[in-house]
């Protein structure tokens, strides 16, 4: 083979598209339900924005976005997550004027260059959702809720809800001066990264995997110990309607994330079953961005969930998902004599709406029958010179094995009766 897809990139399957199409509609119909509507921007973005808005120190812009010139010079970046654009987009298109406070739900690929393994990827997809316009914390508690409630529909039990809260600039800039003072203490031991991080953005060091760093962070004081009234009020606040939600959760102290847009609440979804990338989903509050973006001030919050992570818990977990559907009626004819009359059957039953398959590659009877089983189809409608001396053809029952003649000016009638939804 002379082409290959680029590392860290897959080709959904067909099998596998109609899973991820499962969840998505799943999620369509729960974030609709609860008032959120579709949205989609553009794959790739000014690199300024991912820049600005998520941080200038995050492990995403220092080593992980694909940037690149357009033909123009501009610098464009393909996007690395959802919500800087769904920021951009709102302000751009006064969303605000046509709903507010604005409830968004999206499907996106997203593009960052990480280490590509099990859960990990240059490329992939994720489900997100975002609100607008509300501050206070029972907005924070309904996002979490419909996250909890989106993987109990999907049929997942096997996941923790975790919450924190990480505070508001004001709170930050105490606790960022005693957790620099922490890390100078134990300087020689941290890795390079961590060295620059404790410079630029100390708590940036909560992300790192180096096993000396984390014991050194395991060590290091918590920002929710240093939290001002108003951030700690708001989070009891999420508790609170949390609780009353009836959604389970755990509150992990360490729990920072990789983005400078949050603070107050933050909060992430992971599974025992998915090895080192355990994260499901995840979000937090992002109140100053949209004023960092350029609009007035208006609080935000949401999350996004992985969806090939989400996949991978569904098989850990042993969720059945309907891939392939079946297929209504697979028309099977003996001898060439006869194509052209399964043809006009074809098309007749799918201008029905009916899905309906037939071989076009000269297959026996009995190989017909096999793809016909294969295709997993619920009718097998079979022309045969017996029947069509009679004007009729057979019809099975591939379920229970019954088969009927049924006259063919009464067979799209007949079918479209006993099939549901025909
Ligand atoms: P994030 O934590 O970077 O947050 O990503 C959310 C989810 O996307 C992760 O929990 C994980 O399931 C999945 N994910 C992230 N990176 C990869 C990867 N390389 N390969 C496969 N899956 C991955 C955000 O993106 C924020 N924009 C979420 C948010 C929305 N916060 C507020 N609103």
């Known amino acids: 083979m002379k082409y290959k897809a680029i590392k860290g990139t897959r080709d959904l399957l067909p099998e596998e598209m109609f899973k991820k199409r499962y969840v998505e509609n799943v999620a369509r119909k729960l974030f609709e339900s609860w008032g959120y509507l579709p949205i989609l921007t ?8 991912f820049v600005r808005s998520i941080g200038e120190t995050t492990d995403i812009v220092q080593k992980e976005m694909y940037t690149f010139l357009d033909r123009k010079g501009r610098s464009l970046t393909l996007r690395p997550e ?50 607008l316009g509300v501050a206070g914390p029972d907005i924070d508690a309904e996002v979490i809720a419909i996250l909890a409630t989106y993987f109990d529909m999907l049929g997942l039990s096997t996941y923790e809800v975790r919450v924190n809260t990480i505070g508001c600039r004001k709170c930050r800039a105490s606790y960022t001066r005693k957790l620099r003072k922490h890390l100078k203490e134990s300087f020689e031991r941290l890795c390079i990264d961590c060295q620059f991080r404790y410079k630029a953005n100390p708590m940036r060091a909560f992300d790192c995997k180096n096993r000396q760093c984390r014991s050194v962070l395991n060590r290091a ?23 009353l939600s009836g959604t389970k959760f755990v509150v992990d102290k360490g729990l920072v994330r990789g983005f400078d847009y949050y603070e107050k609440t933050t909060f992430e979804v992971v599974s025992p079953l998915l090895g080192a990338q355990s994260a499901i ?45 079946p297929l209504d009626i697979y028309v099977c004819f003996l001898g060439e004599d006869l194509l052209d009359e399964a043809l ?22 009995k190989g017909q029958f096999k793809v016909a089983d294969r295709l997993n189809a619920k009718y097998v409608v079979i022309v ?37 939804g025909g």
């Open 221 to 243: 004081p918590r920002i929710t110990d240093y939290i001002c009234d108003e951030c700690q009020k708001h989070f009891e606040g999420v508790k609170h309607f949390l609780n």
């Open 82 to 131: 959802g919500t800087a654009p769904i920021v951009r987009a709102y302000l751009e298109n006064k969303l605000k004027d046509f709903r507010n406070p604005t409830k968004l739900y999206y499907f996106m690929p997203m593009f960052r260059y990480e280490r590509p393994q099990k859960g990990r990827l240059r490329e992939f997809h994720q489900i997100g959702l975002e609100v």
């Open 344 to 365: 006009r059957i074809v098309f007749d039953l799918r201008r029905k709406g009916l899905s309906v398959d037939m071989d076009y590659t000269h297959r026996s009877l």
């Open 281 to 325: 989903g995840a979000g937090g509050r992002y109140d100053p961005l949209i004023a960092d973006c350029g609009g007035s001030e208006t609080p935000g919050i949401g999350f996004a969930i992985g969806v090939e992570r989400l996949l991978l818990q569904l098989e850990e977990e042993n969720v059945r998902v309907d891939s392939l559907p």
């Open 384 to 420: 045969a010179p017996e029947e069509q001396e009679i004007e009729s053809v057979k019809v099975r029952n591939m379920a229970s094995g019954e088969e009927k003649i049924i006259k063919k000016e009464m067979l799209i009638k007949d079918l479209m009766e006993i099939i549901p």
């Open 42 to 49: 553009p794959v790739f973005e000014q690199t300024e924005l």
